[in-house]
């Protein structure tokens, strides 16, 4: 964003806060083991693991209860991610509110931090630019008088040198504190095909999705199988 569209944004953009009145509270929920249903579920969460630890799956008998349990265990996960939910949903939503708020509060002091660096770093790019073009036109002049001397043996008139404007300080300190230019290394890829295989970073969410979609193949990659239980509870 440069300096105009950053000054467009103060001026139009930033919505007015009322702070007339002090923040409201809200109560919620914490300690979720004291939750009575928690409790309940968590006992039986107990007594199921332990019938998992002593189970022997020998004959195909034994898959029956087996089974039975797993349904079991499916309900008691899905009530404990409900209880989960119930603590944590309006914790979620009250963090949501809060970060909006002081994204909203942030706006103006980053727009305000933004405009400056912004114009201290292009007070001193046109600086150096302008000294740039100064040491150029001195270095052409120089040339030129060179080639004159070992023409004429003698200069016509004297080598007119610009001013050099100095270069701007990258470093300033005041009173209350100090601002400074440093470089930032930063990158770009130009070339992915060439990019070493090491930065090449697989896109695991969707080699999952094409993969259990069906493709048939992909290059460097091995599609294969493996089994799993599906657990469906009535």
Do not use: C, W
């Amino acid at each position: 964003m440069n300096d105009s569209e950053l000054t467009e944004k103060t001026a139009t953009s930033i919505p007015e806060i009322s702070m007339a009145e002090p923040p409201p509270t809200a109560i919620v929920r914490v300690k979720p083991e004291q939750d009575i249903e928690v409790q309940s579920f968590y006992e039986q969460a107990l007594k199921l693991a332990e019938y998992a630890g002593a189970r022997d799956i020998a004959i195909a008998e034994d898959l029956k209860p087996a089974t039975d349990d797993l349904s079991i265990i499916a309900k008691v996960k899905k009530a404990l991610e409900g209880k989960r939910k119930e603590f944590v949903t309006p914790l979620q939503d009250h963090i949501k509110e809060i970060n909006n708020a002081f994204k909203r509060l942030m706006e103006p002091i980053e727009i305000a931090d933004g405009l400056t660096r912004s114009k201290i770093l292009t007070f001193q790019q046109e600086q150096e630019r302008i000294r740039q073009e100064q040491e150029e036109v001195n270095r052409l002049r120089m040339e030129a008088a060179q080639k004159e001397m070992e023409l004429k043996g003698e200069l016509s008139e004297p080598v007119g040198l610009v001013e050099v404007t100095p270069e701007a300080p990258k470093r300033v300190s005041t009173d209350i504190g100090s601002a400074g230019q440093r470089m930032v290394r930063k990158y770009r890829v130009v070339d992915f095909a060439v990019l070493p295989d090491q930065y090449k970073i697989e896109n695991s969410a969707l080699l999952n999705k094409v993969v259990k979609a069906g493709i048939p193949s992909i290059p460097g990659v091995e599609i294969y199988e493996e089994p799993v239980i599906v657990v469906n509870t009535k």
